[in-house]
């Protein structure tokens, strides 16, 4: 079984991979809002600190447990920890976690396509701006669209994952993340021409100190964290597709560096077209469905093809952004069932997407028929975000580095990070990274933890 493992093609590939997984919504949805809701430039340099000393190192752990045990996720602690019953259950979670978020992420995913459609039908930009906001929220509870649009993007990504690592998973990343990048560049371009675009800008560049408080640097963290894929047994998956002769702090600081330039173009894409049009920039999670497309409907008036091509470029980075991440989160259900359960990759992705569409179809409808239905008065689509993202995904990142950190031997995390002592800049930067593993990022996915429920 190990000898037939597929592989990466080599460093690029790897990277491009992994920061397909990392860069998604969590870049281009979830950062601009955390930026407008926690003080602008300082909470950016903040999270740019947390990123390159405490993500990074436990990204760099999360590889290594990948590529060390060379198996699936739920398997790669039991292989390491010789079968201890502890870590074979906590196993489980790397497969629970990313498939409870492929749920309602592709949900999420399926607005992106409903509002890509929109926008080539130019329905969107030529509506009154006023109606804008009321638009999202007639979209999102209507019974059978958004859950048609989910279970196509979901379809659609569970296709190319079916393709296999090199063929689907690989070939897509080599395609996709350029166009990414070419996409925000363009709309970037555009935004920070518009008229007061200035103000979004200087909000993005000129740090106020007097906003950062604790909260701010918890949640600089755990945007960093989610941004990267961290806890979701994705970069463990995908760690175990690297090849030993990979230098995997190479890959990673590659990974890391690229998600932190889209993050940040996505902020300047982003914020200088909200302060053009006079929005609040901590408008919350409706800022690109509701705070953007009131942009676009504003510059229908005065500019309509402009505006329509803007919009469609806008919901066509949206939508590959999402896929690249969500291909990662279904791959690692795919894997464990190949290799736990002796399917074909076929019929795994077929479980994958009937489990991950049914849930998702509750999700969607939690908005309209389902919205009665609460548990702990939240709905069906918030309480599957609220678990993942405030419990699931921290306590698999602590498992992670206390794992590293704590139960692997220091002889293997060294062989890991210096590919057996032949890297010599690895060699020298070990201390550092057995420091952060071992005693700060431990510390830190703590303080996010409490800081979610106490501050």
């Not at 894409?269 to 953007?292: C, D």
């Not at 593993?437 to 703590?446: D, N, S």
Request: hydrophobic residues 55%; charged residues 10%.
């Amino acid at each position: 079984m190990a000898d037939k493992r597929e592989k990466f093609g080599g460093r690029l590939a790897v990277i491009l991979a992994m920061a397909g997984s990392a860069i998604g919504l969590g870049n281009i949805w979830r950062f601009p809002y955390m930026v407008g809701e926690h003080g602008g430039a300082a909470f950016v340099i903040v999270y740019v600190i947390a990123t390159l000393l405490i993500s990074l190192p436990v990204f760099l752990a999360e590889v290594m447990i990948g590529r060390r045990s060379h198996t699936n996720a739920r398997d790669a602690f039991a292989r390491l920890s010789r079968q201890h019953p502890f870590w074979k259950t906590t196993g489980y979670l790397t497969i629970l976690i990313p498939t409870l978020i492929a749920c309602y992420y592709s949900v999420i995913g399926g607005w992106s396509l409903g509002y890509f459609i929109q926008s080539c039908s130019l329905s969107l930009t030529r509506m009154p701006p006023e109606n804008v906001s009321r638009q999202f929220g007639s979209f999102v509870s209507s019974a059978w669209i958004p859950v048609a649009m989910h279970l196509v993007f979901l379809g659609v990504t569970v296709g190319v994952v079916a393709g296999g690592v090199k063929s689907g998973i690989e070939k897509f990343s080599k395609v996709s993340l350029p166009v990414l990048f070419v996409l925000i560049v363009l709309i970037l371009a555009y935004s920070v021409t518009l008229p007061g675009a200035g103000e979004g800008v200087r909000y993005l560049l000129h740090p106020d100190w007097s906003e950062l408080t604790p909260r701010t640097f918890a949640y600089a963290m755990g945007q960093s964290f989610y941004s990267l894929s961290l806890g979701m047994g994705a970069i463990i998956t995908y760690g175990s597709y690297v090849s030993k002769k990979e230098n995997i702090l190479a890959t990673s600081a590659g990974t890391a560096v690229s998600d932190l330039l889209f993050a940040i173009l996505a902020g300047f894409a982003i914020m200088p077209a909200v302060f053009a049009a006079g929005i609040e920039p901590g408008a919350g999670p409706g800022l690109i469905f509701q705070s953007v497309p009131y942009v676009f409907a504003r510059m229908g008036a005065t500019m309509p093809v402009l505006s329509a091509i803007t919009a469609i470029l806008f919901f066509l980075t949206i939508i590959v952004a999402a896929m690249t991440s969500c291909i990662s989160l279904v791959e690692v259900g795919v894997s464990f069932l190949m290799e736990r359960k002796g399917m074909t990759r076929g019929r795994a992705c077929l479980v994958l997407f009937l489990v991950c569409g049914g849930f998702g179809v509750l999700c969607s409808l939690s908005f309209g028929p389902l919205s009665g239905v609460t548990v702990a008065g939240m709905s069906i689509f918030d309480l599957f975000d609220w678990v993942c993202s405030n419990i699931l995904l921290l306590l698999m990142a602590l498992l992670v580095v206390l794992f590293v950190g704590w139960i692997l031997p220091r002889r293997v995390v060294y062989d890991e990070f210096t590919n057996g002592g032949r890297l010599r800049l690895n060699h020298l930067l070990f201390p550092v990274f057995w420091f952060l593993i071992k005693w700060v990022a431990p510390v830190a996915v703590v303080i996010i933890f409490f800081t979610n429920f106490i501050l």
